[in-house]
């Protein structure tokens, strides 16, 4: 079983539409979370990091649900420009990033 | 502008012959790593360093070396050049090695090994 998993789509939705991906890990000792986006073989950037009681910057919103091991990107009212690949990471312990494969979304008009 | 830049942006080589990809950063970071991202593998770290002169390997260290002499640059080594090393190269950084750090990316070098 991967560390990280996510499915990889492709998402196809509308414009305006809500979107919501999971991440899931299997390191219960993991530490802190976080999403990127990346966009057509571009480097990834960081979209947000995730906390523990949920955190919402404008359209996007991430959940973390430690008890099943998972967290979790909704994106509201989808535009165009939205359209990308997004990452999970997650951080051990240790010193590593472990990323996820990532989610592919396409948002269509 | 802080940023982390690599170079070459663009290679294509041939087996065996030995390269270098540079990495670095204007951030003051300690922490720097590789990744290399593959379709349907995602991002595997390579190497990192968490300070000059300290260095560990990632999950795909193998045919890879690095080294850490300054703190600003990370270059990559590959001593011998493989197919199977054909990939996306991305350098990355963080301030520190503390879990909350946010990291960093390079614009990303491609790499052919023919």
């Known amino acids: 079983r991967k560390e990280v998993e996510q499915d990889p789509g492709p998402f196809n939705v509308p414009e305006g539409a809500t979107v919501a991906f999971n991440c899931t890990y299997s390191?219960?000792?993991?530490?802190?979370f976080f999403w990127y986006r990346q966009d057509c073989r571009k480097e990834p950037k960081l979209l947000m990091s995730?906390?523990?009681s949920g955190n919402e910057d404008g359209r996007f919103t991430a959940q973390l649900n430690r008890a099943s091991q998972y967290i979790s990107l909704l994106i509201r009212d989808s535009k165009l420009s939205d359209s990308a690949t997004y990452l999970c990471?997650?951080?051990?312990?240790?010193?590593?990033?472990?990323f996820g494969g990532g989610t592919r979304l396409m948002v269509k008009p | 502008e802080a940023q982390v830049t690599q170079n070459p942006r663009y290679l294509i080589t041939v087996t065996g012959k030995k390269l270098t990809v540079t990495c670095s950063q204007n951030?003051?970071?300690?922490?720097m790593s590789w990744y290399r991202q593959d379709p349907g593998l995602g991002l595997r770290q390579i190497y990192y360093?968490?300070?000059?002169?300290?260095?560990d390997k990632g999950d795909v260290p193998e045919g890879y070396k690095v080294s850490r002499k300054e703190k600003r640059n990370f270059p990559l080594i590959l001593e011998s050049p493989s197919p199977n090393q054909t990939s996306l190269y991305f350098c990355?950084?963080?301030?520190?090695?503390?879990?909350?750090?946010?990291?960093?990316f390079g614009p990303g070098t491609r790499l052919l090994v023919l």
């Open positions: 990355a950084s963080r301030p520190g090695w503390g879990t909350q750090e946010t990291q960093y």
């Open positions: 390191n219960s000792a993991s530490q802190s």
């Open positions: 995730v906390y523990s």
């Open positions: 990471a997650v951080n051990n312990a240790g010193n590593m990033l472990t």
């Open positions: 951030m003051n970071h300690e922490y």
């Open positions: 360093s968490m300070n000059v002169e300290v260095t």
